[in-house]
């Protein structure tokens, strides 16, 4: 195998890795943005407290990946369910230049307590044991721990979608969403739901945000460094379809991967050339969730 072609391989595979943290991290934003109609601009926020809890764990009691990982998710879930409680529930009643501003400011708040309480460096969870170092495939090594992010991500997909498009669940929240007073009459718990689903999409964030250290590392303006791409994802994949933010994610992340390798200067800003040239050609999205 020449040089060029293993180079383009291993770039490949970066790419697709970064792709997936970009879905996991925007797959939350997927589920409240585009099935709520949430502009939720505090997603990233969630992500980096799941990060941090997770490492505080590490660093403070010593627990492996794992139990980090999950402390960190129920944790941000739990954190999820009590502002949507009370927080979003004044956000749902104003219009979306008002949830944007809310959910703004409770970004500000949440880097400003991130600041309190760590310093302003940058860090990154260690890669469990298991997943560390890296396996060769055909004269192209790949990290063991981004081939397990790429299956982890294909697995939250599929899982999403058949809770959302084959379950009772996924029918009562589109009806929740679409309809509230109709959804409301025929016995339907609309705030239920939505707590369920805003709780729900704050853990995907966090599961982002834990994972995907080795790319975007925690840091108290993680929330705002990282929302252009996220919403990015989002926008191009279309409102509402994980189908399309896990196609979008893919594209945008194998794009920004080559373009900073191959272009010196303006690399990094392939990924908005990409997110320009879908949105002219697909002004809602490629996969856009009809709206009733």
């Not at 004269?139 to 790429?150: E, F, M, P, Q, T």
């Not at 058949?162 to 409301?184: C, H, K, Q, Y």
């Not at 191009?236 to 196609?247: A, E």
Request: hydrophobic share 55%; proline share 3%; aromatic share 10%.
């Amino acid at each position: 195998m020449s040089e060029t072609l293993r180079t383009i391989l291993a770039l490949c595979v970066d790419g697709i890795s970064y792709g997936m943290i970009l879905f996991l991290i925007s797959s939350g934003l997927a589920v409240t943005l585009g099935l709520m109609r949430v502009v939720n601009l505090a997603h990233g926020a969630f992500a980096m407290v799941g990060g941090y809890v997770a490492l505080a764990s590490t660093r403070h009691f010593g627990t492996d990946f794992v139990s980090s990982l999950l402390i960190g998710v129920i944790a941000t879930a739990a954190l999820g369910a009590v502002l949507e409680k009370t927080l979003y529930q004044w956000v749902y009643q104003v219009n979306e230049l008002g949830q944007m501003l809310m959910t703004l400011g409770l970004t500000f708040i949440v880097i400003s307590l991130v600041t309190f309480f760590y310093d302003t460096s940058t860090h990154t969870l260690p890669v469990p044991t298991l997943l560390a170092g890296s396996i060769e495939f055909g004269g192209v090594i790949v990290s063991k721990y981004r081939s397990a992010l790429v299956l982890v991500a294909c697995a939250i997909l599929l899982f999403l979608w058949f809770v959302i498009e084959r379950t009772d669940f996924g029918m009562r929240l589109r009806a929740s969403v679409d309809n509230p007073n109709m959804a409301r009459a025929v016995g339907i718990d609309v705030a239920r739901i939505f707590t369920i689903t805003m709780t729900a999409g704050c853990a995907l964030a966090a599961i982002g945000g834990i994972l995907g250290t080795e790319w975007l590392a925690l840091q108290p303006f993680y929330p705002l460094k990282y929302l252009v791409p996220v919403l990015t994802v989002v926008a191009v994949g279309g409102l509402g379809s994980l189908k399309g933010t896990f196609i979008a994610a893919l594209v945008l992340g194998l794009g920004d991967t080559f373009g900073r390798y191959f272009l010196e200067v303006g690399g990094g800003f392939l990924i908005y050339a990409l997110m320009g040239v879908f949105l002219v050609s697909r002004p809602r999205g490629l996969f856009a969730r009809r709206q009733p």
